[in-house]
C-alpha cells in the first residue's frame, strides 16, 4: 500500500530525461517507484491524465517574509506555483538571519539563504544597505555559517552603482575574500555596475553567481557589437553561474534574445520576486510565468524544467534530493498543464511580447504531502 499514486501523467524528470506517460508511488515522504503501476493501492491517487509531472519547481531567487520588508509570503507565492523550494538571495544579514530563522524552518517550503554581507541585509526598501567592507561584520558572518550552514548556501552582495558609489568593486572584492575563507560562493547583483562587466566577471571564482544576468542597465554581458561578450564566455567556460532574477527591472529582451541567439542560455531561471512584483503582469507574477516567457522565446519546455529544478538542485549541494522524480528523491512533485492562450510578457523598459502559451499548476505535492490543489484539477 502506497501513500499517494499518481496515475497517467507526462512524467518528465530533467535529471534523466522524459520518461514519458508513467505513474508514481509514494510512501513516506519519499518516491519509491516511477513506471507502471497496474493494479497497485494506495490511500490517495491523483489522475494526471493531460497534465505534466515534474520535479517541484525551485526559485533560485526570491526575498522572502519576514526577511525583508519587500519580502512575499513564500509558501503562498510558491506553493501556488509549483515551486517547493526556494531561495532567498540576501533579504537578510548577520544580524537579522537568527531573529528570523525560526519562521522559516517552520513552514513546509524548504528555503535556502544567501546572506547578505551587509549585517542588516535589507532590512528597508527606502534606503540602500551600507557596503562598505569596513562595516562587514567577519566574524559574525563566519561564526552564521558556522552555526547555520546547510540553511545559509552563500554570499549575496549587491553590486550596482547607486549602492556602491565611490567604492567601485571593493565590496565585491571583500566578500569574495570572505567567501574564499568560509568556503561558500557569492552571488552578485549585477544591475547598473560601477564598472564595464567585464571587470566583475573577471573576479568571479567557479561556483560564483552573476544575477540579474540578462540586464542592461549600465553595462551588460553584451559587448560592443551585440553578442555575448568573450569575457561573459570565459567566465561560463570557468564555472561562474548565471542567474536571470527577472524583476520588474532587471530583465532586458534586448539582452535576452541576443543572448539565447548566441546559445548563451541561462543556468538558472528564476523570478527576485518581491511584493513589487508578485502577481503583477506583464513582467514576473510568479515563477510559471516567467518560464512561460522563455519557453516562448524559443527554449524548449526541457531546457527550461532543467534550470528550475535538476540545475539549482546541483547548485544547492541537493543533486538527487530535490529537482529529481527518481526512486529515494525526496516527493517534491509540481503537475503542471502548458495552455494554449494569449499571454503578454514583458520587460524593465516596456516592451511587450504578445503569445500564446502559458504555463499553469495544477497541484503541488511536497514530501509527499498534497499541499495545493486547482478547484478545477
Known amino acids: 500500500m502506497f501513500d499517494l499514486i499518481i496515475r497517467n501523467g507526462t512524467v518528465i524528470d530533467p535529471a534523466v530525461g522524459p520518461l ?6 509514494i510512501r513516506r515522504g519519499r518516491i519509491v517507484h ?13 489522475d494526471a491524465s493531460g497534465a505534466l509531472v515534474t520535479p517541484g519547481l525551485v526559485d533560485f531567487h526570491l526575498h522572502a517574509a519576514p526577511l525583508a520588508e519587500i519580502g ?3 509558501e503562498t507565492a ?6 517547493t523550494t526556494a531561495v532567498d538571495c540576501g533579504s537578510a544579514g548577520c544580524a537579522t538571519y537568527m531573529g528570523h530563522r525560526g519562521f522559516l524552518l517552520s513552514g513546509k517550503l524548504t528555503v535556502k539563504c544567501f546572506l547578505h554581507v551587509c549585517s542588516a541585509g535589507l532590512v528597508t526598501g527606502r534606503y540602500h544597505e551600507n557596503p562598505d567592507p569596513a562595516c562587514y561584520d567577519r566574524e559574525k558572518i563566519i561564526r552564521c555559517f558556522e552555526d547555520f550552514r546547510g540553511e545559509l548556501v552563500g554570499l ?41 562587466m567585464e571587470e566583475i566577471l573577471r573576479l568571479l571564482r567557479p561556483g560564483d553567481i552573476l544575477t540579474h544576468a540578462y540586464q542592461d542597465r549600465g553595462g ?15 567566465a561560463r ?6 542567474d536571470v532574477a527577472n524583476a520588474n527591472i532587471h530583465f532586458s529582451y534586448q539582452v535576452a534574445r541576443a543572448a539565447i541567439a548566441d546559445g548563451f542560455l541561462p543556468d538558472t531561471i ?8 508578485l502577481y503583477k503582469r506583464p513582467r514576473v507574477f510568479n515563477l510559471l510565468h516567467v518560464m512561460a516567457k522563455y519557453r516562448n522565446m524559443g527554449l524548449s519546455l526541457a531546457d527550461v524544467l532543467e534550470r528550475c529544478t535538476s540545475r539549482p538542485a546541483e547548485l544547492l549541494g541537493m543533486r538527487g534530493v530535490i529537482g529529481s522524480l527518481s526512486e529515494g528523491a525526496r516527493a517534491d512533485i509540481a503537475i503542471l498543464k502548458e495552455i494554449d492562450r494569449p499571454a503578454e510578457f514583458g520587460d524593465c523598459h516596456g516592451e511587450i511580447m504578445t503569445a500564446n502559451r502559458i504555463l499553469k499548476a495544477l497541484a503541488t505535492i511536497k514530501d509527499g504531502e498534497l499541499i495545493y490543489r486547482d478547484i478545477e484539477f
Do not use: W, Y
Open 270 to 277: 528564476s523570478t527576485d520576486l518581491t511584493t513589487r512584483s
Open 34 to 46: 516511477v513506471g507502471s503501476l497496474h493494479g497497485a493501492e494506495a490511500a490517495d491517487v491523483i
Open 72 to 74: 512575499v509570503s513564500a
Open 78 to 83: 510558491c506553493f501556488t506555483s509549483g515551486v
Open 237 to 242: 567556460r570557468r564555472g561562474v553561474i548565471f
Open 20 to 25: 514519458g506517460k508513467a505513474d508514481i508511488a
Open 156 to 196: 549575496k552582495i549587491r553590486q550596482g552603482a547607486e549602492i556602491v558609489g565611490a567604492l567601485g568593486l571593493e565590496p565585491l572584492k571583500a566578500a569574495i575574500r570572505l567567501a574564499e575563507e568560509i568556503g561558500v560562493p557569492v552571488m552578485v547583483h549585477g544591475s547598473n555596475p560601477p564598472c564595464p
Open 220 to 234: 551588460s554581458i553584451l559587448d560592443e557589437s551585440g553578442r555575448v561578450s568573450s569575457e561573459a564566455r570565459l
